[in-house]
T-cell receptor
Framework: QQPVQSPQAVILREGEDAVINCSSS?????VHWYRQKHGEAPVFLMI?????EQKGHEKISASFNEKKQQSSLYLTASQLSYSGTYFC????????????FGTGTLLAVQP | DVKVTQSSRYLVKRTGEKVFLECVQD?????MFWYRQDPGLGLRLIYF???????EKGDIPEGYSVSREKKERFSLILESASTNQTSMYLC???????????????FGQGTRLTVV
């Protein structure tokens, strides 16, 4: 059930852009995005709901394509503070409120 | 300041021991989760609880059980610890939303468990 994230890791220089993808084999009800800095707990970034919406958070935005069962996280003009591991969390609806997280994407932003 | 508190940051136990990991949240959240974090595998759901005394298995429940006797407390139990249960364990809590099944999930700082 665990969604698959790609790429597994990415290295950027400050100011560069990145895209992180989250793909599910099951129909998605909604998608969460979280960032975990080294040695810290994951922290919530945003939720995307059915309807193909796109949301933004500072220079970080995301899209949700229900038909493709996929979400993408866009990081523009990356900053050193964006470094960390990004996780998508997926909800499938039905009779359960489970929140299932993906395999994670390690993002390293260098000066 | 909202909080999810896990009882230990680091724990070392012997093979075969019964291990209790405790998690307490002060946000009156209905949903509580236990995840296991291993390199390259992301966050894997062990168990989930949506109400007191209610639980659901996650993707990797084998070797684990849970207890939720009070709304604020969710315990993970390793019945007989084994070396392959050496990992980082993360607890999280959230509430159901109007349009999503979970609103923002808050995580504890994690418990690094080593089984020797």
């Amino acid at each position: 059930q665990q969604p698959v994230q790609s790429p597994q890791a990415v290295i950027l220089r400050e100011g560069e852009d990145a895209v992180i993808n989250c793909s599910s084999s099951k129909a998605l009800y909604s998608v969460h995005w979280y960032r975990q800095k080294h040695g810290e707990a994951p922290v919530f970034l945003m939720i995307l709901l059915k309807g193909g919406e796109q949301k933004g958070h500072e220079k970080i935005s995301a899209s949700f394509n229900e038909k493709k069962q996929q979400s993408s996280l866009y990081l523009t003009a990356s900053q050193l503070s964006y470094s960390g591991t990004y996780f998508c969390g997926t909800e499938y609806g039905g009779a359960t409120n489970k929140l299932i997280f993906g395999t994670g994407t390690l993002l390293a932003v260098q000066p | 300041d909202v909080k999810v508190t896990q009882s230990s940051r680091y724990l070392v136990k012997r093979t075969g021991e019964k291990v209790f990991l405790e998690c307490v949240q002060d946000m009156d959240h209905e949903n509580m989760f236990w995840y296991r974090q291993d390199p390259g595998l992301g966050l894997r759901l062990i168990y989930f609880s949506y109400d007191v005394k209610m639980k659901e298995k996650g993707d990797i429940p084998e070797g684990y059980s849970v207890s939720r006797e009070k709304k604020e407390r969710f315990s993970l139990i390793l019945e007989s610890a084994s070396t392959n249960q050496t990992s980082m364990y993360l607890c999280a809590s959230s509430s159901p939303g109007q349009r999503s099944l979970n609103t923002e999930a808050f995580f504890g700082q994690g418990t690094r468990l080593t089984v020797v």
